[in-house]
DNA sequence: ATGAAAGCGCTAACAA
DNA sequence: TTGTTAGCGCTTTCAT
């Protein structure tokens, strides 16, 4: 590879000279510039990253912790994040979790590679060690998804999940539905659990008793929901199961086909995220969805703003939802059908 | 950050001792050794990967080009491709080449970051500049993966997609079908363009003329799949449709869902990748297998086998697809169905 | 067993 | 308008 030094030797200038042409700063003759900018196209020179991050002790670099690329909300979210990253002249380094949850191996590697700034999605099991953590996020840009920052001084980018589920839930009452399955994932896990807990506050204000044994856990996973919807409906009988994932939920819609239940005739199922597929699945699905494009947008910006200002006050974006009703569900009275045609619907 | 300055003063060794307890080559003294360590941890010291690029010229990193993150295929292969290069000691840096066909832009990219190596998952419209494409692979260790390497000194990782098409076919045609319906991507697309041909092969082989009309384009998406169905179905009356991609048939499948038209009753539908969701789709989908574990495993072993062995031999992998016959296609005749039960069921 | 010093490719004071 | 020079953090001869 080329280096500065061959394109000013070739165009008989310094290495100075070159770097001003490359960089676009202070004038340089319009001639000077022209023999810079042949000899760099002859040479097929591109400057290395390393040598300018070193430099300048900025890589133009963000670090992404994701636990998994194989689910369709991560993916969609690296996909803006990406491109919106790009856009401002940064480019994204993902790092999945899913194999060590412990995380802070992760952010070494990132911070290692000299990222300018790191998005957190959480999960469960990740970044346990707040020690460590709260030492990283004073010297790193730091945005973390999907969970409040937590006395943690850093942005936070998250959906109001409590209060989507919590309006879904009392749509299905109003609809006739008294027995809803619930599908979560692990109680330490506070996404999942602020959405398991607007599914007990909306049975609790309709006077709905609390039934453990509609209350399941799993994974974020299809098989995991599967198995799930297989446990529920094999210690009760609800008439409507909620999901505080898509994938679980498709995996429950799977479960209900090849036990030859019916949705929605016999069983209503929603999920939440609003993934690509969640309306393509047969039935289509029924999801509380959180704005996605604009929340890779808000904490991309972010990060990149704590970069670029330092000082930048931290700030907390919570997102509300809007439920999307597809054909998983159904209401069971007039009452509830007038109300749920009322709806955003597709 | 910490430096290695700052862990030799505080280790009262030279910045040299302090690189040689890292790389952990030569004797170092046991005592001197163990006062670096402890430099080390009290001051959180971690070696600037920007520095050690520098200096070695190897960042151990190695650069993926998808077209995008939104497809489980790709998303199935990154998280192989990440779990293997970690295992060696390298970091993935992905980009996608989606909203950038040219390809190149990104080429750029990583070459800048010095990645070590690049794995190029082709795509159509990409990499097109081979002249460009030519002089790289000369510099930098290249697998390209979904297409042979078609003259370039490069390894190439790829299935045997006529082959898979054609057996699928032939089964088709055995179980009664003569008017099979084809979704396909554009013919310049050399992975598309296989799969096409073992379809037009195992007609022609059977006799059956190919019917322009049962012929539809498409991209690789869900949307495009089921727009494509409606298209085909409104020229044409097939019993069974075949695609070149599991979204495009899951977007089929919701074609027919809408239309009232019932899988497998009506008409067959089938896909090929194996993507996971294909099990878990209702019905669930027919499709032609690659190995997709192992083709990621060899293309990032023999990635790092070309930057750990500049001279080492490029080599052809091909591999052999299977068929997994699943609920979303059914044989119309004894035979067929005879025959369909012999094969890999699930 | 340890250290001094050069240099990887670039940028930014400072000088001219 | 252009060039000289120092130095970012590390590794690696070459001495000692």
Known sequence: MATIIDVAAKAGVSTTTVSRVLNDYSPVNRTTRNRVMEAIEELGYHPSSLAQGMRTQRTRTIGILIPTYRNYWYAELLNFIEQDARAAGYLPIVCTTEREPGGSEHVNTLLRRQVDGIILCWYHGIMTDRKYLSKIVRETPFVIMDQPADGLPVSSVYTNGYQGVKTLVEA??????????????????????????????????????????????????????????????????????????????????RHCYEHHIKVPR???????????????????????????????????????????????????????????????????????????RKRKKE
């Open 172 to 253: 299905l009452i109003e609809g006739g539905h008294r027995k809803i399955g619930m599908i979560k994932y692990l109680a330490e896990n506070s996404t999942s659990e602020n959405r398991f807990l607007g599914y007990r506050d909306a049975l609790r204000e309709h006077g709905i008793q609390l039934d453990p044994r509609l209350i399941v856990h799993s994974d974020y996973s299809t098989e995991g929901g599967q198995e799930a919807a297989s446990r529920l409906l094999a210690s009760s009988s609800p008439t409507a199961i909620i999901t505080v994932g898509d994938d679980m939920a498709i995996g429950a819609l």
């Open 266 to 340: 016999d069983i209503s199922i929603s999920g939440f995220d609003d993934i690509p597929i969640a309306r393509t699945v047969i039935p289509s699905l029924t999801t509380v969805a959180q704005p996605i494009k604009l929340m890779a947008e808000t904490a991309t910006r972010q990060v990149i703003r704590h970069v670029e200002h330092p000082s930048a006050r931290r700030q907390e974006f919570v997102f509300e939802t809007s439920i999307v009703y597809r054909e998983s569900t159904r209401f069971l009275n007039e009452n509830g059908t007038a109300r749920g």
